[in-house]
């Protein structure tokens, strides 16, 4: 695994955050605008996925866009992920844009290591997700969704369930959880650094209230 890392290494805050390319080069100004607004110390450690249908997938499923169908990826990535979570000292929370979040979505539902999701612009449309999410409990405490307020406006049929299917999900959550679900301006594509940036802050504001 490909890891970037911006911050404090010696942070009892760290943020994990699943990456591809695109990703990787707003990194830094992601980095910057959740620092200037968080008072606290954290790392951001960013990992760079390579087969981003199949590495981030919890199961098989066929193409919805393109050609590429989904893997059943997630279970290795998720093993992965936490390599980077054997301090038991430190705090970590997982989160990402569009499939990332989708799968960082899906890690809490595996494993209570994470104290918070930042799924920010999730595929919860993904075939089936919303029905595992009813069958099981999520184990972490806080989740950040967001949608573009355009995005259930899309052409494809499956993605277009996205704005129904985001708030299905804040609904299942809430019922546990304290969950946020936040509408930004435009459609899939825009500012994902910084939507990305202001899921991790909701959650870090909150562990903060906690304490």
């Not at 989740?143 to 708030?167: F, H």
Request: one cysteine or more; proline letters at 4%; aromatic letters at 12%.
């Amino acid at each position: 695994m490909t890891t970037y890392k911006y911050g404090n290494p010696d942070s009892n805050i760290v943020l994990i955050q699943p990456s591809d390319d695109y990703d990787l080069s707003g990194m830094e100004s992601e980095f910057k605008y959740i620092k200037s607004r968080i008072e606290e110390d954290f790392l951001l450690i960013a990992f760079k996925i390579d087969k981003w249908n199949h590495d981030l997938s919890p199961w098989h499923s066929p193409a919805v866009f393109g050609k590429e169908d989904f893997g059943d990826g997630a279970n290795q990535t998720l093993s992965s992920v936490l390599q980077l979570t054997i301090d038991k000292n430190k705090k970590y929370f997982i989160g990402g844009y569009s499939l990332a979040g989708l799968f960082s979505l899906w890690s809490a539902y595996q494993t209570d290591v994470f104290s918070g999701v930042a799924a920010a612009s999730p595929s919860v449309w993904f075939p089936g997700f919303t029905d595992y999410m009813k069958e099981h409990k999520i184990r972490t405490r806080h989740v950040y969704l967001s949608l573009g307020d355009k995005e259930d406006r899309a052409k494809n049929p499956v993605m277009a369930t996205v704005g129904q299917k985001i708030i299905m999900c804040k609904d299942i959550l809430s019922q546990d959880i304290k969950c946020k679900l936040e509408y930004n301006e435009g459609n899939h594509f825009k500012e994902p650094d910084v939507r990305t940036a202001k899921a991790f802050i909701w959650l870090l504001e909150e562990q903060k209230n906690e304490q």
